[in-house]
């Protein structure tokens, strides 16, 4: 891996994006890539913002999954993908991109960041990913696009399905997520929006289980 795309997905978060955002340190190998999900405010207030980033404003409200989706199957190198409610432990990602290098010299992996305040979150919730392991993905729409937010378990069961082991993790790859599980003050309507289609996530996520079905499967 050359260089990567941090690519979060926002939503009406401008305050928790920038605490995000202030954890990301600039780096020559790093694109910062924002999605505003029907956010217009977003948009406007990060327009010029004071750091180098591509901005992209999505008209309608879509979800996460697709805005990842849009800028993702556009990649032409690695991709980090998180979400502008956590905050990277310092030197994490620098960390992640070297373990990715030094353990996927093919550029076929997963490195995944591991959460300070939960161990049995997705351990691909937070992941910096190849462009090899992305090739996988029917059009690089590296999420099942069916999902509207809880999706990336099929990543995580799609490595460990693969016979080639392409996932790793270490303890020193940190975030801080902030949920309303663990502080009850940032529950926000980004997050009441997300509980609205989070059973018809999950209940996806169990037929798609049962049946075996693993998004990026078909192609290998």
């Known amino acids: 891996m050359n260089s990567f795309q941090l690519v979060i997905a926002t939503r009406n978060r401008i305050a928790k994006l920038e605490r995000t955002l202030s954890s990301v340190p600039e780096l020559d190998y790093q694109t910062i890539v924002l ?47 998180a979400t502008d409610d956590i905050t990277f432990s310092e ?37 910096l990913v190849g462009k090899e392991f992305i090739k996988r993905y029917p059009k690089r729409n590296m999420f099942y696009p069916k999902y509207y937010h809880f999706c990336a378990q099929e990543v995580s069961r799609l490595c460990e399905k693969l016979e080639k082991n392409v996932f790793v993790t ?16 940032e529950m926000d309507q980004t997050h009441r929006d ?26 290998i």
């Open 35 to 81: 999605v505003c999900d029907g956010d217009e405010k977003t948009f406007e207030h990060f327009k010029n913002y004071r750091r180098d980033i591509t901005i992209r404003l999505v008209p309608i409200h879509m979800g996460s999954v697709f805005c990842r989706n849009v800028i993702i199957k556009d990649s032409i190198d690695g991709v980090l993908y």
């Open 91 to 127: 030197s994490s990602i620098q960390k992640a991109f070297e373990l990715f290098n030094n353990t996927f010299p093919d550029d076929d992996g997963v490195v995944g960041f591991k959460q300070n305040r939960s161990s049995k979150d997705c351990p691909t919730g937070v992941a």
């Open 194 to 219: 997300a509980r609205v289609h989070r059973a018809e996530d999950r209940a996806l996520s169990s037929a798609r289980r049962k049946s075996g079905e693993i998004w990026g499967d078909s192609n």
């Open 170 to 185: 270490s303890n020193d790859l940190l975030i801080t997520h902030y949920h309303p599980a663990y502080i009850k003050e």
